[in-house]
C-alpha cells in the first residue's frame, strides 16, 4: 500500500507537471514568445482535472497573462499526452481538444513573475529562431481542435483546427467578420531548419483569396534569415484579429474599425535571435490601397470620422536597421478622404486631400493638395469647439470650401539621430482664391453696452473668402514649438444680420502674422457697410467706408494694438436730431492695450472734417482736429476722453445765417453719457458751450453762453454773422441758453440788450434796453412771462421815440407787444396790445395815436406844396395776417380849436383851368383855417393809404364870413412815401447824430 501511494503521488505530480506544461513550458523558445506577446502567464485555476496514461481532460483552465485579457479554456482534452515526453518523433500523436476558448476582460490580480534573473541583462528574453523550429517539429502536437471560440465583444469564430504532419502544418478557422459576412482562414506552413514557407488566405463565402499573404524566411550563410512577405490584405476579413490585436493584448475596447484592402511587401535581414533588435538590417516596407477606410471618434468634432486611403503609387519605407528607427527614404503618393460615417465620402467629404513624398537623405518633404468642405455633415456647427467662445450660442449652419495646396518639409534623414526628437521641420499651407466659408452664428443674449446686439448682428450670417493666395508657414523647434507664419492674400469678410439690413464688408490685404510665444500680426484692413440702423436709438450710417494699416502683438495674456493712417469716411449719419452729411475722419495713429478686464487706446492726434445739422435750425461744417485721444473699458464700462479744435467752422443757422468761427474744447465719454465743453469764437463773440448726451436715451443738452461783446460802426455784428436782416452797430449784448434734444423741453435763451443801436435796411433803432427770457414748452418757444423792452428812438422815415412795451410770445405762437407807448410827430402813440401770430394766423390790434402835430407832420415830410398847424387824434383797428396788415374803418378827428391849411402849388395851370371846381378848391386850401377835421382811414397789405376827410372851416380868397365844407380824399403808399423819405436823408449821418445826442 505504502508503494503504491507514493507511486500514485509521483505520478499525479508527473503527470500534472509534465502534461499540462509540457508543451507550454517544455521548450524555453516556445515559452519566451509567449512570455513577448502577454508577458508572464499564470494559471490562476485548474477544475475537473483527470489524469490517465492515454488521456488528460479538465472541465475549465484559467490563463491569465502579465497584461490583457484571461484566456478560459472549457472541455481540455489532451490525448497521447505522453508521447511529448516519452518519444519526441511521435509527438504527432499528440491531439489537444479545447470544447470552448473565451477571452475576458479581468481576471487574476495576483503578483505575476517578470523575467528571470537571466534574462533581466536583455530587454527582451533570448528566442532563436532555429531552435523555435526545432521545438516546434519535435514537440508540436499533431492536432488542436478548438470548437468554438468567443471574443470579449460575443463574437464567434471556429472551430480552430490545426494539423501537423512532419513538418507540414495546415490550419483551418471559420469565423464572421464584424460586418457579418461569413469566412474561413487557411494556413500553410512548411517548415524546415533552413526554411520557413508560409502560405495563408481568408476566402469568404462569396469571394475567393478575400486576403492572401506569402511569407518567405530563409537562413542565409552568415546564420541569419532573410525575411520576404508579400500580402493583399481586405481589413474587414480581419477585423476580429484587429480586435483581438487592440483588445486583447492591450485589455482595451477597440476604438477603430477598418474596411478597404491593402497590398504589402516587406523584406528584411533578421537574426536568428529575432529578439536581438541590432540584427534586423535592410529593411524594406511597401504598400498600396484602395479605400482603405478606418473609423474613428473624434473628440474634437463630437462625431464619428471615417478615413480612406487609396494610392496612386505604392509607399515604401527603406530603413538601415530597427535599433536605429530612421528611414533611408520615404517615397509614394495617394489620396486621403476624411469624411462623417454614414455618408459617402465623394458627396459629403470633409477632407479630401492628395499627398506624395519625396523624403530622401538629404531632402525630406511631403507635397499635399485638396480642399475641405465645410458643408459635410453640419459637424462644424455641432462641434464642442465652439463652446470655447464664450459670447458665443450656436452655429446654426456652415458651408463653403477651402482649397489648399503646400508641402510638409522633415528633417533631412542625414541629420537625423536616435536622440532627435525633432522630426518635423516645417511645412507650407496655400490657401488659393476659390475657398470661401459661410456660417450663421448665434450668440448669447447681448449684455448691456454690446455692440452687436442693437444693430441686429447677434444672430448673424458671416461669409469669409480668400481673394489672393494666404500662404500658412510653420517652423518647428528642436522643443517642439511651432512657429506660424501667415502672409500674403485678400481675406474677405461679410457679415449680414440675419434679420436685418445690417451688414458688413471688410477685406484684410498684406496680412503678415507671426505666431509663437510672442505673436505679432501686420496687415491693412477696409471695410465698407452700405447701410447700418439702429433701430433702439434712431441711428443709421449709410455708406461707410474705413482704412486703416494695423498691427496686433501678444506677450502673455497682454494684447497691443496700432493702428496707422485710419481713415473712415460715411455719406450720411443721423439720429432723431442729428444728421451728418459726408464726413470723414483721419487718424495718424492709435495704440491700444488689452489685459485681462481692461482695454485701453491713445492716440495724440484726429482729424474730422463733417457737415452736420441739429434739429434742423442748425448746421455747421468744415474741418476738427482732435488730439489726446484716450480711451478706457474696464468690466463692461467705456471711458473717453480727448479736445478738438477746428479753425475753420462754418455755422448756418435757420437756413439763411452764417459765421465763420474757430472752435476748441473737448469731450468725454463716460459709459453712455457723452459730455463735451468748449469754446466757440467768430470775431469779438466768444461762445462758450457746454455738451451733454445720453447714447443709451439717445437724448441731450447743450448750454452755452455769450459774454457781454461790445459793438460800434468799426465793429459791427454784421462783420462776424452773415445774412442777418438787422445789423447791431453799437451797445453790449450778452446770452446764455440751453438747447435740448430730441423733445427739446428745457430749452431756454437769455438775452441782454443794453444800449443797442441796429440797422434795417435804410431804418435804424437807437438806445435798445431788454432783458429776454424764451423757454421751449411744448416745441415751441415761449417767453412765460412779459419782457420789458425800451427803444430811445426808431427811424424809418418817420421818427418813433421812447418806445416801451412788455413782450409776450404764447404757445400760441402769438408776438403780443403789451402796453405798448411811444412818442410820435409831437404826440402818442398807445395800443393794449399789439398782435402777430407767427404761424400766420389772422390777429385783431387796436393802436391809438393821439395829439399828432400837424405841423411836425410837415416839418418831417418837409414837403414843398403843404404847411399845417393844429392836432389829430387817430384810432386804428390793425388785422395782422398772411398778408401782412390791414386797417379798416379807422377814424380821423382833428382836436379843438382846430387848424390851419396851406396847400398850394399842387395843381398845374391847365388841371385848373379845365376845372372851375377844382380851381376853387385850390384857392381855398392855399389858405384854409378849419374848426372841423373828421374822416376814416383805410390801410391794405399793398401799402396803400386812403383818407377820406371832410373840412368844415374858412378861406379868405373864397368867403371870409362863410364856412366852407371840403371832402377831401387822399391816396399815399406808405412804403413808397418812406422810402422817399428815407432815400432823402443819409442813414449814416442820421444813425450818427441820433447816437450822439
Request: proline share 4%.
Amino acid at each position: 500500500m505504502r508503494k503504491s501511494r507514493i507511486f500514485f503521488i509521483v505520478l499525479t505530480l508527473v503527470l500534472i507537471t509534465l502534461l499540462i506544461g509540457s508543451w507550454y513550458m517544455k521548450e524555453p523558445a516556445i515559452s519566451r514568445i509567449i512570455n513577448l506577446l502577454y508577458g508572464q502567464a499564470v494559471i490562476q485555476n485548474i477544475s475537473g482535472l483527470e489524469l490517465g496514461f492515454g488521456e488528460i481532460s479538465a472541465r475549465q483552465i484559467r490563463l491569465q497573462p502579465a497584461r490583457g485579457k484571461m484566456f478560459i479554456l472549457d472541455k481540455v482534452t489532451i490525448s497521447h499526452p505522453f508521447h511529448i515526453v516519452l518519444n519526441r518523433k511521435s509527438s504527432e500523436r499528440v491531439e489537444i481538444s479545447v470544447g470552448k476558448l473565451s477571452l475576458h476582460t479581468g481576471g487574476w490580480t495576483g503578483p505575476i513573475n517578470t523575467l528571470n534573473t537571466a534574462d533581466k541583462k536583455h530587454a527582451y528574453p533570448v528566442i532563436d529562431l532555429s531552435q523555435a523550429l526545432q521545438s516546434i517539429i519535435y514537440f508540436m502536437p499533431g492536432k488542436v481542435f478548438i470548437n468554438q471560440i468567443v471574443l470579449d465583444n460575443n463574437d464567434l469564430m471556429g472551430p480552430l483546427d490545426i494539423t501537423r504532419h512532419n513538418r507540414h502544418i495546415s490550419a483551418k478557422l471559420p469565423y464572421t467578420s464584424s460586418q457579418h459576412e461569413s469566412y474561413n482562414l487557411s494556413l500553410k506552413a512548411d517548415i524546415t531548419p533552413a526554411k520557413i514557407q508560409l502560405n495563408a488566405s481568408i476566402d469568404s463565402n462569396i469571394r475567393k483569396a478575400v486576403s492572401y499573404a506569402d511569407v518567405t524566411i530563409v537562413k542565409n550563410i552568415h546564420g541569419g534569415w532573410l525575411l520576404d512577405t508579400n500580402a493583399v490584405l481586405t481589413m474587414d476579413s480581419l477585423s476580429p484579429f484587429v480586435d483581438i490585436a487592440t483588445g486583447s493584448a492591450t485589455g482595451l475596447s477597440p476604438k477603430i474599425h477598418t474596411t478597404g484592402a491593402i497590398a504589402i511587401r516587406t523584406t528584411s535581414d533578421i537574426p536568428d535571435n529575432i529578439t536581438a533588435i541590432s540584427g534586423y538590417r535592410n529593411i524594406t516596407f511597401s504598400f498600396e490601397s484602395e479605400n482603405l477606410t478606418a473609423s474613428f471618434q473624434s473628440k474634437l468634432l463630437d462625431t464619428v470620422l471615417k478615413a480612406q486611403l487609396s494610392t496612386t503609387t505604392p509607399i515604401e519605407i527603406k530603413l538601415s536597421g530597427l535599433d536605429r528607427l530612421i528611414p533611408e527614404y520615404i517615397t509614394g503618393a495617394g489620396r486621403l478622404i476624411l469624411f462623417p460615417a454614414g455618408n459617402l465620402p465623394e458627396r459629403n467629404f470633409l477632407l479630401d486631400s492628395e499627398f506624395e513624398s519625396h523624403i530622401q537623405t538629404n531632402i525630406s518633404r511631403i507635397l499635399v493638395n485638396g480642399s475641405v468642405n465645410l458643408a459635410s455633415g453640419k459637424i462644424l456647427a455641432n462641434s464642442p469647439i465652439w463652446n470655447t467662445i464664450p459670447a458665443l450660442t450656436s452655429i446654426k449652419n456652415q458651408n463653403g470650401t477651402l482649397n489648399f495646396y503646400g508641402e510638409i518639409n522633415l528633417q533631412p534623414l542625414d541629420q537625423l539621430s536616435s536622440t532627435e526628437k525633432k522630426v518635423f521641420d516645417s511645412f507650407t499651407l496655400t490657401l488659393t482664391p476659390e475657398s470661401q466659408v459661410h456660417i450663421t452664428a448665434h450668440m448669447q443674449n447681448s449684455t448691456e453696452g454690446s455692440l452687436l446686439q442693437p444693430f441686429g448682428f447677434d444672430k448673424s450670417r458671416v461669409q469669409v473668402g480668400v481673394e489672393d493666395n494666404l500662404t500658412i508657414t510653420g517652423a518647428i523647434s528642436q522643443s517642439g514649438r511651432i512657429h506660424l507664419v501667415v502672409s500674403g492674400g485678400t481675406v474677405s469678410v461679410k457679415m449680414q444680420g440675419e434679420k436685418s439690413r445690417n451688414s458688413i464688408l471688410a477685406h484684410f490685404r498684406k496680412i503678415r502674422c507671426n505666431i509663437n510665444d510672442n505673436t505679432e500680426c501686420t496687415f491693412g484692413i477696409e471695410s465698407e457697410v452700405p447701410e447700418i440702423v439702429n433701430p433702439i436709438s434712431g441711428i443709421s450710417i449709410t455708406q461707410l467706408f474705413s482704412d486703416s494699416n494695423v498691427r496686433i502683438q501678444k506677450t502673455g495674456d497682454k494684447y497691443w494694438l496700432q493702428i496707422k493712417a485710419f481713415t473712415v469716411t460715411a455719406k450720411e449719419i443721423k439720429d432723431k436730431s442729428l444728421h451728418l452729411k459726408n464726413s470723414e475722419f483721419r487718424m495718424p495713429g492709435l495704440h491700444c492695450v488689452f489685459h485681462a478686464h481692461t482695454s485701453s487706446c491713445n492716440s495724440t492726434k484726429g482729424e474730422s472734417n463733417v457737415t452736420a445739422t441739429v434739429n434742423e435750425s442748425l448746421s455747421f461744417s468744415g474741418d476738427v482736429s482732435f488730439g489726446n485721444l484716450k480711451l478706457q473699458i474696464e468690466d463692461g464700462k467705456t471711458d473717453f476722453s480727448g479736445t478738438y479744435n477746428s479753425n475753420n467752422l462754418h455755422l448756418t443757422a435757420s437756413g439763411n445765417y452764417a459765421l465763420d468761427a474757430s472752435l476748441s474744447g473737448f469731450v468725454a465719454l463716460t459709459g453712455n453719457v457723452l459730455e463735451g465743453k468748449g469754446n466757440l469764437v467768430s470775431g469779438p463773440l466768444v461762445i462758450q458751450h457746454h455738451l451733454q448726451h445720453s447714447l443709451k436715451q439717445a437724448k441731450g443738452r447743450i448750454l452755452f453762453s455769450l459774454p457781454p461783446v461790445v459793438f460800434s460802426p468799426m465793429q459791427p455784428l454784421s462783420q462776424t454773422v452773415k445774412g442777418l436782416p438787422i445789423d447791431v452797430v453799437s451797445g453790449q449784448v450778452s446770452a446764455s441758453g440751453t438747447l435740448s434734444w430730441p423733445q427739446q423741453q428745457g430749452s431756454a435763451l437769455r438775452l441782454t440788450l443794453s444800449d443797442i443801436a441796429t440797422v434795417y435796411a435804410d431804418s435804424f433803432a437807437t438806445g435798445i434796453d431788454a432783458k429776454l427770457l424764451f423757454e421751449k414748452d411744448s416745441g415751441q418757444w415761449v417767453t412765460g412771462e412779459p419782457q420789458s423792452l425800451s427803444i430811445q428812438s426808431m427811424d424809418a422815415g418817420l421818427p418813433l421815440e421812447k418806445i416801451r412795451f412788455s413782450l409776450f410770445l404764447d404757445r400760441d405762437m402769438d408776438l403780443v407787444l403789451r402796453d405798448f407807448a411811444a412818442e410820435f410827430l409831437g404826440g402818442k402813440v398807445t395800443s393794449q396790445a399789439l398782435t402777430w401770430n407767427l404761424s400766420q394766423v389772422k390777429r385783431q390790434s387796436t393802436l391809438y395815436a393821439q395829439d399828432i402835430s400837424l405841423e411836425e407832420l410837415a416839418r418831417v415830410t418837409e414837403s414843398k406844396h403843404f404847411e399845417a398847424k393844429g392836432r389829430l387824434n387817430l384810432t386804428i383797428p390793425m388785422i395782422t395776417g398772411p398778408d401782412g396788415i390791414t386797417v379798416e374803418k379807422g377814424h380821423v378827428r382833428a382836436l379843438a380849436p382846430g387848424g390851419q391849411l396851406r396847400y398850394y402849388g399842387a395843381f398845374s395851370p391847365q388841371m385848373l383851368a379845365d376845372n372851375p371846381q377844382l380851381n376853387l378848391i385850390a384857392n381855398a386850401l392855399e389858405d384854409y383855417l378849419f374848426h372841423t377835421l373828421e374822416g376814416n382811414m383805410e390801410y391794405s397789405p399793398s401799402g396803400d393809404l386812403l383818407l377820406k376827410l371832410q373840412l368844415v372851416g374858412r378861406s379868405d380868397s373864397v368867403d371870409i364870413d362863410r364856412d366852407l365844407i371840403i371832402n377831401l380824399n387822399l391816396e399815399n403808399n406808405i412804403p413808397a412815401m418812406l422810402h422817399s423819405l428815407q432815400a432823402s436823408r443819409d442813414v449814416a449821418e442820421a444813425l450818427e447824430k441820433q447816437l450822439d445826442q
